[in-house]
């Protein structure tokens, strides 16, 4: 079994915040790896320091072998980045973008000209070669910028948050890129704030928050750990609330939590369904709704840590200053 | 074959081709490096054909200073707009020249704040390419908006007292000195939060700076303060040297200062640009 990311208690502070506070990543050569957490947990640190962009201040990396900070030039040979942000010149076009950098990685010109041609005929963006990025979409945009972190060829990939602020149509198209290019053999470190996009892409998850990593494991481990799915019973007469609530806790090691008329409890699987409509009907209790459905990344932090992501909670308290 | 079997194919391609070549670089090669900074220039020069604005800003703006200058303020100045020309047009070179460096401090800042330089830096390229890219390119423009204000000039009436080696010799002089400031206002485009800050420093320093010398006026009816300060002020020592060069009247004296003082911005500020440009992220 062979790594090509490797970190050990990574560390970096900006002032008085610890971005990371002792990361530690094995990442398979090959496979798909998901960095999952939300705003502010140190995803894209961790991706800037392995991209060789940040210095970190404890700890150390490296990319097939070689350290991020001391061989910082031959990780670079190795790896692409597609940030969050679409890094490409927005004057230039899709064409011009791409063969630019193949210059810059030492291709010849008609070598990084037809490296550009491929890479835009393989994104779909052939119409759009010839026009500048700023009348791109959004979507166009993400998809040029990850074809031009694979002009280089790189055997390592970060993909850091690619489809956030997207529509789900682009989302789409960006899963498929993404999942056309794991069977490549190219290792893809991602992060992403969504649960469903580390599930359907990555064979392997590890959660961060506040700069550590609090669990790891394949998407069905942690699914079977946090409750992948979670199920919301709302019954017809709210004085029946407690009544649902004891009924729920059976069905789960977390505590179920209570929202306005409804009961929300983080469940393994679809099976728990009729098991739970037969205990409602045993216990006498009228049902107004009874949903299962996937859970938020919120979902899986509060089973995880007992706690919302920090987003989530300032929102409540909004919403509860509102009410 | 869909659009994803492409990527597949283009990528297993290659993966396989460089498994073998394990051996990579160690670092950049400084005539890679340079190779490197040509393609990042060519991509700045590039950028005007698909934004035809940026010419008027390194074309149409010296020429309507030029005009503005010589037929507006020329005969209240100089006595008539062709005698002022031959006073002020060496004076309006250099003053284009240090804000068009402004260019420089803006196309940085806009590339710092667009992630565009983070893509450089993860590219395995000389860490100066970026920087030296963006300067080499602005050169370029320099030296073409030094040839349109000469063409022009001369259209207009001025005469070049010297001759065609004081001509190249005043251009290399003025690219020299812009070259040096440059890199104060590298340092200026890397520490700015943003492209309109450096917008500001423009006008709080650089406007002022030119004003307060003797590259549009003749400094004997300023205040003996100012004259001072004037006489002080390298924009003087600039344009002093490229009147010598160009017109007549002493050529040794302002020439070494100019690049006495070239040599002290690149002293103090080079470093400085280049510690700013290693650290910002």
């Known amino acids: 079994m062979t790594y090509s990311i490797v970190t050990e208690g990574l560390v970096k502070r900006f002032g008085q915040t610890r971005a990371l506070d002792g990361i530690d990543l094995a990442v398979r050569t090959g496979s798909v790896f998901g960095l999952l957490g939300p705003n502010g947990a140190g995803k894209t640190t961790a991706v800037r320091i392995l991209a060789t962009l940040v210095r970190p201040d404890g700890g150390h990396a490296t990319v097939c072998g070689h350290d991020v900070v001391r061989h910082a030039h031959q990780v670079r040979q190795l790896t692409g980045l597609t940030g969050q942000y679409a890094s490409v010149d927005e004057t230039l076009t899709g064409t011009e973008n791409l063969a630019l950098i193949g210059r810059l990685t030492g291709q010849s010109r008609p070598a990084a000209r037809s490296r550009a041609r491929d890479l835009l005929a393989a994104f779909r963006l052939t119409d759009a070669a010839d026009r500048a990025v700023k009348t791109y979409s959004g979507g166009m945009r993400r998809r040029l910028d990850l074809a031009a972190s694979l002009v280089s060829r790189p055997r390592v990939l970060y993909l850091d948050e690619p489809t956030t602020g997207l529509d789900p149509r682009s989302r789409n198209e960006m899963w498929e890129v993404v999942r056309g290019l794991t ?27 506040h700069g550590t990593v609090i669990a790891t494991g394949t998407p069905e481990e942690l699914k079977a750990r946090t409750g ?96 | 074959m869909t659009a994803e079997n492409t990527v597949l194919d283009i990528t297993v391609l290659d993966n396989t081709g460089e498994a073998g070549a394990e051996a990579l670089a160690p670092r950049v090669g400084l005539i890679t490096g340079l190779r490197q900074t040509f393609s990042l220039s060519w991509r700045t020069l590039v950028q005007i054909k698909h934004n035809p604005f940026e010419l008027m800003d390194f074309s149409v703006q010296p020429v309507m200073f030029l005009l503005l200058f010589t037929y507006v303020f020329g005969g209240a100045i ?32 806009t590339d710092l704040e667009k992630g565009f330089f983070d893509r450089l830096r993860s590219l395995p390229i000389a860490r100066f390419a970026p920087l030296s890219g963006r300067i080499l390119a602005d050169l370029a423009k320099q030296a073409w908006a030094i040839a349109l204000l000469l063409g022009i000039g001369v259209i207009l009436g001025f005469r070049v007292g010297t001759g065609p080696l004081g001509v190249l010799a005043a251009a290399a002089l003025v690219l020299v000195c812009t070259l040096a400031v440059s890199w104060a206002l590298v340092l200026v485009g890397m520490l700015a939060a943003n492209p309109e800050k450096v917008q500001i420093f423009g006008f709080v320093v650089l406007f002022p700076l030119t004003f307060t010398s003797d590259a549009f006026v003749p400094t004997t009816s300023m205040p003996g303060w100012l004259q001072a300060w004037s006489k002080a002020n390298p924009v003087s020592v600039f344009s002093d040297a490229v009147r ?20 002290a911005f690149t002293v103090v500020f080079a470093p400085l640009a280049v510690r700013a440009f290693r650290r910002r992220v």
């Open chain 1, 183 to 209: 069977a490549t053999g190219v290792t893809v470190l991602l992060t992403t704030q969504y649960l469903e996009e580390a599930d359907l892409l990555a064979g392997e998850i590890a959660v961060i928050d």
């Open chain 1, 228 to 323: 992948a799915l979670t199920l919301a019973v709302r019954p017809a007469r709210p004085a029946d609330l407690p009544a649902v609530r004891a009924v729920a806790a059976g069905f789960t090691r977390t505590e179920p939590e209570v929202r306005g008329t409804t009961v929300t409890v983080p469940v393994a699987g679809e099976d728990v369904m009729p098991a739970m409509v037969r205990r409602l009907d045993d216990a006498g209790i009228a049902v107004a709704e009874l949903t299962l459905r996937g859970s938020t990344l919120d979902e899986v932090f509060l089973s995880l840590t007992g706690r919302r992501t920090e987003e989530e909670s300032a929102e409540q308290e909004l919403e509860g200053s509102a009410a």
């Open chain 2, 78 to 109: 100089g006595g008539s707009p062709e005698a002022y020309l031959m006073f002020a047009l060496p004076g309006i070179i250099v003053q284009n020249s240090l804000f068009t460096t402004l260019n420089t401090a803006t196309g940085l800042s």
């Open chain 2, 244 to 263: 010598g060069l160009l017109v007549s009247g002493p050529v040794a004296r302002p020439v070494v200062e100019s690049l006495l003082w070239a040599a």
